[in-house]
């Protein structure tokens, strides 16, 4: 790995997201202690508050623009339930296309070029940057005719064979990029085994970077026993949100005084590689590289199954009239990084109160999976120590910039 790691984090323009700071307390050999600082603006959701709704909904992909699909799906479905507006399915589907869509983007971007260049390994830009420009033209397949972000829907006329095809070459640039040419996925993620097949032969940057890790014993580097994020009831959520301390818990949640892992990391747990990988190694460094190569497919494999329920659906209707003027609504979208939530009050056509809960608070809380894993690591060498260190910060995947420093 190149030696100038920490100086390359998170190069990338962030928008309005800020910057984590990760500092490790060493001593005799080991982390002792681990703080994670932000200059993110847990409060920037409150500029959102006192506009008009769609005026404030239109408005989250200026603040969010690395997630800002996701983003104004769950801005439109927190306000549909504060309204009582019921989308048609085809419409539910669309946008669950655009999010998934969105989300394999950022997982090949991780993938791709983010981690490959940590390593000080060639990255597959020109891949990337065939992905990229084919996820920007996606929401055509389902919204050929009108603008998508409107509450209850736009009219979804959907294209499933398009989105089919688009599945299909996604799975090309995913083996082109990440697995290689002529390399199915599920090769690479039978077993460990084949994992570390894969990784041996380096056909690409990315199995590089994991074949660094095997051969550096970087496997269990990490490890933490967090718990995955279990199924969160609305009410509930809603209920934590709501009020002066919902501002305390959208910045530092936490469940029975759980901060729980959202994300790869979490979602993928039971799948066999990364139940294997965990029995051998503990949830740590590979096994965060690994869930992260898996949801590639997976996401891949959700597209394909969302382009088979928009072929059994007809979707004609307009949308319907909101069933009040006023109200309080919750709505939770998965994206690459994990559980994202929005919370929205409205009177009178207008935001009265707007709450976000981002992934990031929950794998970046003091006490979450970064920091649990990080407590107690091997240091014998820093500079090692700094590069297996972003690497894991990485896989875990904050979506801001980030500094690592050891002190």
Not at 138 to 154: F, N
Not at 235 to 259: H, M, N, S, V, Y
Not at 279 to 288: M, S
Request: one cysteine or more; aromatic letters at 4%.
């Amino acid at each position: 790995m190149s030696s100038d790691i920490g100086d390359r984090i998170g190069q990338r323009d962030c928008g309005i997201e800020g910057r984590l700071a990760v500092r490790l307390e060493v001593s005799d050999g080991a982390v002792r202690a681990v703080d994670i600082s932000s200059t993110r603006p847990l409060g920037a959701a409150s500029v959102l508050e006192g506009r008009e709704v769609m005026d404030a909904i239109k408005s989250l992909r200026l603040l969010y623009s690395l997630c800002g699909t996701a983003h104004t799906v769950a801005g439109l479905e927190a306000a549909e339930d504060a309204l009582g507006i019921a989308p048609a399915p085809a419409v539910t589907s669309a946008r669950r296309l655009l999010v998934a869509g969105e989300a394999l983007g950022q997982a090949m971007w991780r993938l791709m070029l983010d981690l490959p260049q940590m390593a000080g390994e060639e990255t597959a830009f020109d891949a990337l940057r065939d992905a990229r420009a084919r996820i920007a033209r996606l929401a055509k397949t389902v919204y050929p005719r009108t603008d998508w972000v409107r509450l209850g829907g736009a009219g979804a006329d959907p294209k499933p064979a398009k989105v089919t095809a688009f599945a299909n070459t996604m799975e090309e640039i995913a083996r082109l990029g990440i697995f290689g040419p002529d390399v199915r996925a599920a090769e690479v993620l039978a077993t460990p085994e084949a994992l570390a097949m894969w990784a041996a032969r380096g056909a690409t940057p990315i199995a590089r970077v994991v074949r660094t890790v095997l051969d550096r014993d970087l496997a269990g580097f990490g490890a933490a026993a967090t718990p995955p994020l279990p199924d969160l009831d609305r009410k509930w959520l809603a209920e934590q949100l709501a009020g002066e301390a919902g501002r305390a818990f959208a910045a530092r949640p936490e469940i029975d005084g759980t901060a729980y892992q959202t994300g790869a990391g979490a979602t993928y747990r039971g799948h066999p590689l990364i139940v294997d990988l965990t029995q051998t190694h503990g949830a740590g460094l590979l096994a965060q590289l690994a869930a992260r190569i898996v949801s590639v497919d997976a996401l891949i494999t959700d597209i394909r199954k969302i382009a088979g329920e928009l072929e059994a659906k007809d979707e004609t209707a307009e949308p319907g009239a909101p069933a009040r003027a006023s109200g309080a609504g919750v709505a939770t979208v998965e994206t690459a990084r994990g559980l994202l939530a929005h919370y929205v009050e409205i009177e009178g056509g207008r935001t009265a109160t707007y709450r976000i809960l981002a992934p990031t608070e929950w794998n970046f809380h003091p006490e979450g999976v970064l920091a649990t894993g990080l407590k107690g690591a091997g240091a014998e060498e820093v500079s090692r120590l700094k590069e297996a260190a972003s690497l894991l910060v990485t896989a875990i995947d904050p979506c801001v910039q980030f500094d690592v420093e050891i002190v």
